[in-house]
């Protein structure tokens, strides 16, 4: 199917639509007529704002205009074409024609000023195409976030640490990270190196000058380090950060087998109270087409070892759409999650990203056929997972099977406060290690400034004064903005 369309600052905005109709269709963009092929179903978007499609005997028309508070016809172009695909195609998108990551971000952008819930609802509907259930959930989420961030200051930072090691790689995995097994020899040159990273930012005038929110320590897989090696990390983090100050830390524990009960205890030594423990499904022989060399009763035994180390808050991550599972998996999977009881559960639905091994082999046929099956699974977790917790953070990504979200679930005061601060870009991260990404906010321009270190661990270990360089120029920067 070919697309005319005579503003291509929209082609991107639109093929996010499109792709979410391939199971449908092809789609090709083109801005000469000559190009079009008379054979081929051609639809034309214009300056008119209006869409229009001769599809053999059928005829399709579809006009919009820019509505009140919008400042381009960017959304006006989207309207048209979807409403076009969803005429031609008889299906709709639960997102409408929201294709950004952070639409709870722009709920509270529609709140602002008379805060009126019900009219943001409608404006999400009306202007976005948004299910109303999608726009019933963005309100439940936008709520608890107003509570829970509302004394955490935007001028203030949180703090993620990288850990950039796992035991195997799963196949739908993006996530930088190095095989422990490989280069386990580079552990101690890695916390030397991090040492030296933390102790040269947090000696800042712009740390001094500020109050530490949260500390996530992530990955990879930080319980994949050998106990030494943990409570040398352990140490070094809290010799530089101050935990009794935090408001929260999160240990991402991951994987079942990194864990035992003498690992966990020194964890909780450390005055550290959640930690996240990542089955992604509890169907055996999914978990082993995706690469995690653990067993169900692994997940089950490791879950049960962490209330016995006294950890009373406890994530569990799940993703739906996952090779060759169907709606019973996950429903087999909640239930099984469900007799544990956690604190909190992240539901993720699978995105293929090209540099994951995944989407190298998985056919178009398949993630088609999956991609519907994400829609049948995301129902089926709110309509479980409602009735003991709540939603309180959303985000979405590129290439997300079905066109669905990414969601965290929480039991009453147990939401995790630095998921909901990095999703939202609400304050500064200062990020360290590999791969690690600090970001610096500037709320009043909501605007946002990145800086890197790099992935590759060799690099990081060998040229750390030039990341710490970078690092510094940029806060240098917002303390004098």
């Known amino acids: 199917m070919l697309i005319f369309l005579d503003n291509p600052k929209y082609e991107f905005e639109l093929n996010n639509i499109a792709i979410q109709y391939s199971s449908f269709d092809s789609f090709e963009f083109v801005y000469e007529k000559e190009n079009c092929t008379p054979d081929v179903e051609l639809i034309e978007i214009d300056s008119q704002v209006r869409c229009t499609a001769n599809f053999g005997e059928k005829i399709f028309e579809y006009h919009d205009q820019i509505m009140p508070r919008e400042k381009s016809s960017k959304n006006a172009y989207k309207r048209v074409f979807y409403q076009l695909l969803q005429e031609k195609f008889g299906t709709s998108l639960d997102w409408g024609i ?104 947090f000696s800042t005038d712009w740390v001094s000058e500020r109050k530490s929110t949260t500390l996530y320590i992530g990955g990879g897989t930080p319980s994949a380090l050998d106990i030494d090696s943990l409570d040398r990390f352990l140490k070094i983090l809290s010799k530089h950060i101050d935990f009794s100050a935090l408001k929260e830390i999160t240990f991402e524990a991951g994987r079942p087998d990194t864990l035992d009960i003498d690992k966990l205890k020194l964890i909780h030594s450390y005055g550290i109270e959640r930690i996240s423990i990542n089955p992604q499904t509890m169907v055996p022989s999914t978990l082993q087409k995706i690469g995690r060399n653990h067993s169900v009763e692994q997940i089950i035994s490791s879950f049960q070892l962490a209330r016995e180390a006294k950890f009373h808050n406890i994530n569990m991550d799940i993703i739906l759409g996952l090779e060759e599972e169907k709606l019973a998996d996950v429903e087999h999977t909640l239930h099984e999650i469900l007799k544990l009881e956690p604190d909190s559960i992240t539901v993720h639905s699978l995105a293929l990203k090209k540099a994951s091994d995944l989407s190298k082999v998985i056919s178009d046929e398949t ?12 129902q089926a977790v709110y309509e479980k997972l409602n009735r003991k917790y709540f939603p309180y953070y959303l985000y979405r990504q590129k290439n997300i099977l079905g066109g669905q979200e990414n969601v965290g679930f929480a039991k009453n005061a147990k939401e995790s406060l630095y998921n909901m601060i990095i999703i939202e870009e609400y304050q500064n991260i200062l990020a360290f290690g590999p791969g690690a990404i600090s970001r610096f906010v500037f709320p009043d321009e909501n605007r946002i400034e990145k800086t890197s270190n790099t992935k590759n661990l060799e690099h990081y270990i060998n040229h750390i004064d030039q990341y710490i360089h970078r690092k510094k120029q940029e806060m240098n920067y917002a303390k004098n903005y």
């Open 367 to 378: 993630r088609d056929t999956q991609s519907l099956e994400v829609v049948k699974m995301m």
């Open 98 to 201: 929201l294709t950004g990551i952070r639409p709870t971000k722009l709920f509270q952008e529609h709140l602002q000023g008379d805060n009126d819930v019900d009219a943001a609802k409608k404006d999400f509907v009306e202007k976005y195409k948004v299910s109303s259930q999608k726009a019933d959930i963005l309100a439940q989420v936008s709520e608890v976030q107003t509570n829970c961030l509302r004394d955490i200051s935007q001028n203030d930072y949180s703090i993620y640490v990288s850990v950039p090691f796992c035991p195997s790689r799963c196949n739908y995995c993006t996530f930088f990270s190095n095989d422990i097994s490989k280069k386990s020899h580079l552990i101690s040159a890695y916390l030397d190196t991090l040492e030296i990273e933390l102790k040269s930012i």
